[in-house]
Each structure stands twice: as structure tokens, then as C-alpha cells.
């Protein structure tokens, strides 16, 4: 069954310092993998996928994901923080014949001045 | 091209009270959901559609209904409301090369 772990709940990180987001998935074949970002009453926004190819995945807002299969990690990472990237992030794992697109519990990023 | 609407934005229902979260798309896909969304729960999946008279159950299921008579829309039934349905409740259409989320529905049950 698909299913994602984002063991971090809640992370505080220094305005300027680096960011990796943890997420772990469980899939039976090849995944497709996402990262969402919801601001404060607002709602989702893709920051970026992984389908196949480049482990390495860029996407919005200066944020990169690496997929590493032999781990079942697909990490999100900024190298400089704005304050504006406070928000809760969402990893999330689909595929499969029927498209279901299941979240993690989403990890509460506070950015401190 | 409006892309996934949910209706109402926000609802208030006393419990035991039944109502339809409406979603509709134009874009044609095949794949839509229901998902709600409590705090440190991340956004779990109440039921699903892959085409029209295909659905099947999420996650989440109890206490709500689907049906999927067009491509287009996908409502979510609450037959009788309970204060655990207080949630944030968004649908979702697409497939793995992207999904679209509506703006989501705040309903309160009390």
C-alpha cells in the first residue's frame, strides 16, 4: 500500500541557514513523487515532481528534491532560507493504475530572523 | 478555464444534518478525490473516482458518500453530520503527471 512518512513535525530553522525537509515513502513500483507547500489558510502549491530521469529534481522557489530509491527518500532542500518560506510542507507519493496521490502529515517550517 | 471548483467555501452544520461539498472540473480528467485535512494530519484521502460510475474508498471513508456520474463533478455527501467532519475538506482532479486541488471547503459541525 502507498503510504509517506514525514518523521518531522515541526522544524525551526534561521533565516539565511540551509533547509532539508525528510520524507520517506513506501510504493510497490516506481513512485511519483511530490512536494507541496500550504501557506496559513491557503491552499496547495506544487513546489515540485519526480516521474523518472534525474534523481535531482529543481522546482520552485529555489527548492530541490533527490530521490534516492535504494533509501525510499525523496528530501526536500533549500540552501538559504527566506522568511517567506515559512509554511507547512506536504510530501506526497502516486501512480499506480488508479492515480491515488496519498500525503504525509506535513512538517510546520518556522524560519527565525 | 476555471479548473477545480468546490462549493460552499464555508459551511456550518448543526449535527445529524446532512449536506453535498460539490466539486466540478474542466479539464477532463479521469482521476478526482476528496481529501480533508485536520491539523498534524497532513491531507488524507476520503474517497476517489477514476471515471465516471467508478469510485472507490480512501483512507477515510466512513460517514461520507460519492458518486461519479459525469467526468466533471464529484460531490462528497455527508448523510449526518458529526463534530469529527469539522475539517477542511478539498477535491482534487488530474493524474501523476500533475493534480489540481480546489480552494477547499471549511465546514464546522456543532
Known amino acids: 500500500a502507498q503510504s509517506v512518512t514525514q518523521p518531522d513535525i515541526h522544524i525551526t530553522v534561521s533565516e539565511g541557514a540551509s533547509l532539508e525537509l525528510r520524507c520517506n515513502y513506501s510504493?510497490?513500483?516506481?513512485?511519483?513523487l511530490f512536494w507541496y507547500v500550504q501557506s496559513p489558510g491557503q491552499g496547495l502549491q506544487l513546489l515540485l515532481k519526480y516521474f523518472s530521469g534525474d534523481t535531482l529534481v529543481q522546482g520552485i522557489k529555489g527548492f530541490e528534491a533527490e530521490f534516492k530509491r535504494s533509501q525510499s527518500s525523496f528530501n526536500l532542500r533549500k540552501p538559504s532560507v527566506h522568511w517567506s518560506d515559512a509554511a507547512e510542507y506536504f510530501c506526497a507519493v502516486g501512480g499506480g493504475a488508479t492515480n491515488k496521490l496519498i500525503f504525509g502529515t506535513g512538517t510546520l517550517l518556522a524560519v527565525q530572523p | 478555464n476555471a479548473g477545480v471548483t468546490q462549493t460552499p467555501k464555508f459551511q456550518v452544520l448543526k449535527t445529524g444534518q446532512s449536506m453535498t461539498l460539490q466539486c466540478a472540473q474542466d479539464?477532463?480528467?479521469?482521476?478526482m478525490s476528496w481529501y480533508r485535512q485536520d491539523p498534524g494530519m497532513g491531507l488524507r484521502l476520503i474517497h476517489y473516482?477514476?471515471?465516471?460510475?467508478?469510485?472507490d474508498q480512501g483512507e477515510v471513508p466512513n460517514g461520507y458518500n460519492v458518486s461519479r456520474s459525469t467526468t466533471e463533478d464529484f460531490p462528497l455527501r455527508l448523510l449526518s453530520a458529526a463534530p469529527s467532519q469539522t475539517s477542511v475538506y478539498f477535491c482534487?482532479?488530474?493524474?501523476?503527471?500533475?493534480?489540481?486541488f480546489g480552494s477547499g471547503t471549511r465546514l464546522t459541525v456543532v
Open positions: 479539464m477532463n480528467h479521469e482521476y
Open positions: 510504493y510497490g513500483a516506481t513512485p511519483y
Open positions: 473516482s477514476v471515471g465516471a460510475g467508478i469510485t
Open positions: 482534487a482532479s488530474g493524474a501523476t503527471y500533475g493534480y489540481t
